[in-house]
C-alpha cells in the first residue's frame, strides 16, 4: 500500500536570475510546503570543488570528490542552510563565481547522479517546491505541477545586481547580465539534462510582474491540482 502523499510536488524550472528561488520560497510558505532549492546543492558541489582544487572539467576527479562530499539541507524558521561536510556555506555559495561554477559542475555526470538521488528522495512524499534548471524534466518528470519562470536577460542582471549591491557587493550590472547569458547558453546547450521547458509546464514570464503576482498566478494553477 502506498502512503498518501502530504501533498503535491511543484517544480519550478526556469534560468538563472529568473527569480526561482525567491518565488519558491514564498510559494512553499503560502502551502505549508517545504522548499528545496536544487541550484544550492551544485553551488555547494562547485565551492568544494574550487577548495579542493579540482577543475570542473575532470569528470573522474568529480566523481571522487562526490563520494566524498556530503551536501546536508536544513531548514530553520525562516532561513534555509547548505552545509557541505558538516561545514556551514548558505553565505559562500551565493556569489556570481559559485554561479558560474555550479553551471559547470552541473555538467558532469557524476554530480548530477549524486544529487539526483538526493532530490529526488527530499521530495518524494510530497508536499515540496522545488526549484532548479531540470527539475520537471529530468529530476520530475511525473510532478503534479510544473513551472517555468522566465524573464527578460537584461532585467535579470538588473535584479542580480541589486540583489548583490544590497550585499554589498561591488559588481558592474553590464558584467553580471553578461555573464547571466554566458551561463543560459551553458545550461541550454549542455548534453547532460539541458535546461529546457517541459512541453507540460506552465510558463510565467515574470520580466514585468511583481513577485506577489507571479506567487499568486502559481496559487491558482496549484490549487486546480489540489483544491485543499
Not at 45 to 68: F, H, M, T, Y
Not at 101 to 108: D, G, H, K
Not at 132 to 139: A, F, H, K, M
Not at 165 to 175: F, I, L, N, R, S
Request: glycine letters at 10%; a positive charge.
Amino acid at each position: 500500500m502506498h502512503k498518501r502523499k502530504k501533498g503535491l510536488v511543484i517544480a519550478i524550472d526556469g534560468p538563472s536570475g529568473a527569480g526561482k528561488s525567491t518565488i519558491a520560497r514564498l510559494l512553499a510558505r503560502r502551502l505549508g510546503y517545504t522548499y528545496i532549492d536544487t541550484g544550492a546543492m551544485y553551488r555547494a558541489i562547485g565551492w568544494n570543488a574550487k577548495q579542493e582544487g579540482v577543475d570542473p572539467s575532470d569528470e573522474p576527479a568529480l566523481q571522487r570528490l562526490c563520494s566524498r562530499t556530503d551536501v546536508t539541507i536544513r531548514h530553520d524558521p525562516g532561513l534555509q542552510r547548505v552545509l557541505v561536510n558538516g561545514r556551514e556555506v548558505t553565505g559562500e555559495i551565493r556569489t556570481p563565481e559559485m554561479g558560474m561554477l555550479a553551471s559547470a559542475v552541473s555538467r558532469s555526470p557524476a554530480v548530477r547522479a549524486r544529487l539526483l538521488t538526493l532530490q529526488r528522495g527530499l521530495g518524494a512524499s510530497g508536499g515540496v517546491v522545488m526549484d532548479g534548471r531540470d527539475i520537471g524534466t529530468v529530476v520530475f518528470p511525473g510532478a503534479d505541477v510544473k513551472f517555468y519562470l522566465d524573464a527578460s536577460a537584461e532585467e535579470r542582471g538588473r535584479r542580480r545586481w541589486q540583489e548583490l549591491k544590497e550585499k554589498g557587493m561591488d559588481v558592474d550590472q553590464a558584467v553580471i547580465t553578461e555573464e547571466i547569458r554566458t551561463r543560459d547558453l551553458q545550461d541550454s546547450s549542455r548534453a547532460l539534462a539541458p535546461l529546457k521547458r517541459a512541453p507540460d509546464a506552465c510558463y510565467v514570464d515574470s520580466s514585468a510582474m511583481t513577485i506577489e503576482e507571479v506567487v499568486a498566478a502559481m496559487l491558482s494553477v496549484c490549487a486546480e491540482k489540489d483544491p485543499r
